[in-house]
């Protein structure tokens, strides 16, 4: 919906209700629009998930060293033996009696999904001076984060890694609000990850001179796609914003059309998906699986990872597309190993 105008907005709103009613008075799908408020499930799954700790997972088996900080409760400590098992550094975990955070996800018969998020132990424990302590007590080289901490630690986690010299990458996911993103001091964002709906999200927040996404041609040997055109226009109409600064590099990915990268000071890149070995079974963790191995790349190449960075965003999406051909979010992400 987010790219349609609010009229049309309307208009989708009354089709998606006027469909509904039509299915519930026709008697498909009862269960639907009935007024009964207990449903009883036909199956139940548990796995490990929360961007920040896919990510991790995925920087581990990229290769990366890397440390995760967050906060998990007593009922949480099997997900981090998976986290363990791949790699992930755990000193900074934060254990509390809990609960740990979750998204409880609904999924309907017709794959149709309707998700509660649970900030759990994470939005409660990580106050700014915990995240002061382990910034400063952890060396580090590279900052990845997203939004799933107290907004004012991710805030200041961005600021402490920036001074001191960290490359910070920052997935802003699930979607700050409109106020948090226009005072978001972004001299210390070095890397944006965003998808499609993220990129028009920080364009309407940040556009306050009212302008529109102005058509972009895309260069001449990218695909012709009109998805992958829109996103491009949505890119370079974000850049274009005075409020929002040159110095930061932007990389979206696209699902099935692969990634495109405006880095900072250096040329426009696209990379399609990787091509499937197997049907795509499970996207769920995809764009976790890319962050992570597109941090790990930077990890590894260094200062020449500006140069590099068609290698490495090749094999990012190389590792995404196993990703979403196995089930599950950080359980798919592959080992290095495995993409030779
Ligand atoms: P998010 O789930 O964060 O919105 P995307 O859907 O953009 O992330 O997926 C992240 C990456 O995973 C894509 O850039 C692409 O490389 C890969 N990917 C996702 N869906 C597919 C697909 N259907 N086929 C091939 N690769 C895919
Ligand atoms: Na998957």
């Known amino acids: 919906d987010t790219f349609k105008e609010p009229s049309q907005r309307e208009d989708s709103k009354k089709q998606i209700k006027k469909h509904l009613e039509e299915r519930y008075t026709s008697g498909k799908n009862k269960w639907f629009f009935t007024p009964l408020r207990t449903l ?47 790699g992930a550094g755990l000193d900074g975990l934060i254990k509390n009696e809990g609960p740990t955070g979750r998204a409880i996800i609904q999924l309907s018969p017709e794959g149709e999904n309707s998700i509660v998020l649970l900030g759990g132990a994470n939005t409660d424990r990580i106050s700014q001076t915990k995240c002061d302590h382990l910034l400063t007590s952890t060396p580090h080289t590279h900052l990845l984060i997203q939004n799933e901490i107290p907004w004012q630690s991710t805030l200041l986690a961005l600021q402490k890694s920036h001074a001191r010299g960290a490359t910070t990458f920052f997935n802003p996911s699930p979607m700050p609000s ?68 040159n110095s930061v590099s932007l990389v979206c990915t696209l699902g099935h059309l692969g ?3 405006l880095p900072a000071g250096s040329e426009t890149l696209y990379v399609p998906a990787a091509q499937l070995q197997k049907p795509v ?3 769920t963790g995809a764009g976790d699986c890319f962050a992570g191995y597109f941090v790990a790349g930077f990890m590894e190449k260094g200062s020449e990872a500006v140069k590099e960075l068609e290698e490495i965003v090749t094999l990012a999406v190389k590792a995404a597309g196993v990703c979403v051909t196995r089930p599950g979010a950080s359980g798919s992400v592959p080992f290095r190993a495995e993409l030779s």
């Open 40 to 86: 009883s499930s036909t199956r139940y799954e548990r796995r490990a998930g929360g961007k920040g700790a896919n990510q991790a997972v995925s920087i581990a088996k990229a290769g990366g060293r890397v440390a995760f900080f967050g906060a998990a409760g007593l009922d949480g400590t099997w997900m981090l033996d998976d986290m363990k098992a791949a």
């Open 178 to 245: 409109p106020e948090q993103l226009r005072a978001l001091p972004w001299s210390t964002v070095n890397w944006l990850i965003v998808n499609e709906g993220e990129a028009k999200g920080l364009y309407d927040a940040l556009n306050t001179d009212g302008g529109q996404v102005t058509a972009h041609a895309t260069p001449s040997s990218w695909p012709e796609d009109p998805t992958l055109a829109r996103a491009f226009s949505i890119l370079v109409s974000l850049r274009a914003l005075s409020s929002f600064p």
């Open 259 to 261: 990634v495109v990268v």
């Open 281 to 283: 079974l499970d996207t």
